[in-house]
């Protein structure tokens, strides 16, 4: 089956359609393609000429053996087709009366086949316009991009939703496939991982009977294997439509806890665009991470609940926007678009799938300059960690939220670990409720995965004030040394400056003799508070003594010189409160000691 040049074209009703000459595989129809009498079933390029391979009458594309970028040669298998009426269906009783020597088709397959063809989104080019008019990919193409390829086993897709008594079952074939919820059995970078989206085309990407059963299937399957979920929650949440089935008030699914139960098992990620409201939310907020993009908008209740609880008429839009839930440390990471998004997804499993081969390593020597000779000079963080971790490895999480911790992933030799890090440019370094907050729940993640964790410390201490206490400070603080004393990863701590208090305490666990090493760069000063407040408070009564400003400041100053002589890094290390004083540049020789010898 040919074409152009003169040559025969296809014949509707042949089954195979084999290459008429040598060449390179330009175009390919996918399967599901409906393809009409005279349409284009593929594109050969040979010696610089465009072949087009047409169909004599309408067929439906069943099987591609070929892909875009693959040579053939005369005779080649391209593609397998079944015979399709003038609406582009498949002609069950036309599949067996093939040409002879083509591979006939049964009624029964050809049914089947039809099935699933209509759940592709070729089959539905109108909910596919309106997805690329908001400049949208579709459920199947998001999962087609974070699998590799041709790895999904699908689960379900013949799914309807459950509303036979009051829709036709045609319709319900053809416009709720999968009841909204596309999932199966996957590989994510080589690892195995169940993967589901919902499909907002579908009702709005609402939780229905079937489609809860669904996702109960897939998260019992995750738990059973103990492998990561990814999900995609776009959607309005509960679905009142549903009518085959007797619901009072649907309180008894088991999907929520089902999800909760499965955190801290297994990594789970949530992938968020457009609209994601009520259970969808739920399940999002559930995950370890949310990754979103721009569009987001992500609220426990859509703007039908807000208005029928008397809260008023909103728009979707002004609900839980990507602005709002990045800063209040709901998204952990804000993508471009949807592309990024997935991208995003599959690195950060990455990080929980092993070491990975083809890194490189910073120049070390840029970590002797990260810190400034004037004590009182503040920088940024992030340049000490670009000089210690593998180059391009690192994936901070929710950069905008407590932004006086720094928390990442990152790699050293190619082999992951977890990150926390004070930001001199936030409050000095101080550790605030929210930042405590960020830290504890990072923590969590890095504890469930094993992750080793490296801690570079660099803080004041906690921040206190009256104002601080209005963010139950008290008690959050408390829960960041609880999850550093229940935390069973390896731990080391590198002291970049400043590690007083309390605040150094939790950046080590809970105590410097916690973590499996804690050492210091040369600029490191350590106190029981700030040298400057010590200072203030234990000799209050010399200064308050001394009448003239000049003699009091010259007091002070010599007061504060012999606090920061007795705090100093190297005097610390001949007292044996910390392990060693190291050059920055044996930063990463330190790290590699966290890591378990078969994970090298």
């Known amino acids: 089956m040919t074409a152009a040049h003169g040559r025969r074209p296809a014949r509707a009703g042949e089954g195979e359609v084999r290459a008429e000459l040598a060449g390179t595989v330009v175009e390919i129809a996918e399967p599901g393609a409906r393809v009409a009498a005279g349409g284009e079933l593929a594109v050969l390029e040979s010696m610089k000429m465009e072949h087009a391979v047409t169909a004599a009458g309408p067929v439906v594309v069943i099987r591609a053996a070929r892909k875009a970028g693959d040579t053939v040669a005369a005779g080649d298998l391209l593609l397998v087709t079944a015979p399709a009426d003038a609406d582009g269906h498949v002609r069950p009783e036309a599949a067996a009366a093939e040409a002879p020597g083509a591979r006939g088709v ?166 968020v665009s457009g609209r994601c409201f009520a259970g969808n939310a739920a399940l999002a907020g559930t995950c370890d991470v949310i990754i979103a993009t721009p569009d987001a908008n992500l609220g426990m209740g859509g703007p039908a609940m807000i208005e029928g609880g008397g809260l008023g008429v909103v728009r979707p839009e002004e609900i839980g926007p990507a602005d709002v839930q990045t800063r209040n440390g709901v998204i952990d990471v804000l993508a471009a678009d949807e592309a990024e998004a997935v991208a995003l997804a599959r690195r950060y499993l990455s990080y929980f799938q092993g070491p990975r081969d083809g890194w490189r390593a910073p120049d070390a020597a840029r970590a002797r300059d990260v810190v400034p000779e004037n004590r009182l000079r503040a920088y940024d963080v992030h340049d000490a ?8 490895s690192v994936l901070e999480l929710r950069p905008r939220y407590g932004p006086g911790v720094v928390t990442a992933l990152a790699r050293v030799e190619g082999r992951p670990c977890g990150v926390i890090a004070n930001n001199a440019l936030h409050l000095g370094g101080a550790i605030d409720a929210e930042a405590a907050q960020k830290a504890r729940e990072f923590l969590r993640i890095v504890g469930d995965f094993g992750l080793p964790l490296v801690s570079l410390c660099d803080t004041p201490g906690f921040m206190v004030g009256p104002a601080a206490e209005e963010q139950a400070s008290v008690r959050r603080f408390a829960e960041l ?33 916690a973590p499996d090493f804690t050492v210091s760069w040369p600029t490191g000063e350590f106190g029981g508070m700030g040298l400057e407040g010590a200072v203030k408070l234990g000799f209050r009564r010399e200064l308050d003594a001394e009448p003239d400003p000049a003699r009091r400041r010259e007091l002070y100053d010599g007061l504060l010189a012999a606090a920061y002589e007795q705090g100093r890094a190297l005097n610390a290390a001949s007292a044996f409160e910390i392990d060693d004083v190291i050059d920055p540049a044996d930063s990463r020789r330190w790290i590699s000691r966290l890591f378990a010898p078969e994970s090298r």
């Open 106 to 271: 049964r009624a029964d397959l050809a049914e089947v086949l039809e099935r699933h063809r209509v759940t592709t989104d070729a089959a539905r080019p109108e909910a596919m316009a309106k997805l690329r008019a908001r400049g949208r990919r579709s459920a199947r193409e998001n999962l087609a991009d974070l699998v590799d390829e041709g790895s999904l086993a699908e689960y379900a897709p013949l799914a309807i939703a459950a509303q036979r008594r009051r829709r036709p079952l045609a319709e319900l074939i053809a416009q709720t496939p999968a009841d909204g919820l596309v999932g199966g059995l996957a590989t994510v970078n080589g690892h195995e991982t169940v993967v589901m989206s919902y499909d907002y085309t579908v009702l709005a990407g609402t939780q229905g009977y079937v489609n809860h059963a669904k996702t109960d299937r897939l998260i019992a399957l995750a738990a059973r294997r103990r492998v990561p979920l990814v999900i995609f929650p776009e959607g309005g949440g509960g679905r009142p439509g549903d009518t085959d089935h007797p619901v009072t008030a649907g309180l008894s699914v088991p999907t929520f806890r089902e999800l909760a139960a499965l955190r801290g098992t297994v990594p789970l990620v949530a992938v």
């Open 385 to 392: 960690i670009d000089a210690i971790f593998d180059v391009g």
């Open 481 to 513: 040394f609880a999850a550093g004393a229940a935390l069973p990863s390896r731990t080391g701590v590198i002291v970049l400056r400043k590690a007083y208090g309390l605040g150094a305490m939790a950046m080590a666990t809970g105590s410097f003799r």
